[in-house]
């Protein structure tokens, strides 16, 4: 997956993602305590979607579009457009590589 996005002029990053429950967005204090104790990258549906498909006995390979920045990381607080905006804006190529993996399965 890595070597497709390279391919792609992808620059992809690795990390830690922590799971939160949703459907609001998490708030500075939970930003700063998921940061405490390593998370790199937070999302609300990826880790029970994990869950189950791990319970049915299948393989998964995670990988995420990041949005937007925390809660609390930048002086100015979340905007739902401007993730909408960010989500279409790199939609195209976020499809076009889960193609290519889908390709290479």
């Known amino acids: ?55 049915g006995g299948m393989r998964v390979l995670g990988i995420s579009c990041v949005t937007n920045m925390a809660a609390g990381v930048l002086p100015e607080p979340l905007n739902h457009q401007a993730v909408v905006e960010t989500a279409e804006r790199v939609q195209r190529t976020f499809v076009k590589l889960v193609q290519e993996l889908v390709k290479e399965l």
């Open 1 to 55: 997956a890595l070597d497709i996005a390279k391919q792609m002029g992808i620059t992809p990053q690795e990390g830690v993602y922590a799971g939160m429950s949703g459907p609001s967005y998490e708030s500075p204090a939970e930003i700063r305590f998921l940061r405490t104790i390593g998370a790199d990258l937070v999302g609300m549906s990826t880790v029970p979607e994990v869950i189950v498909a791990n319970h």
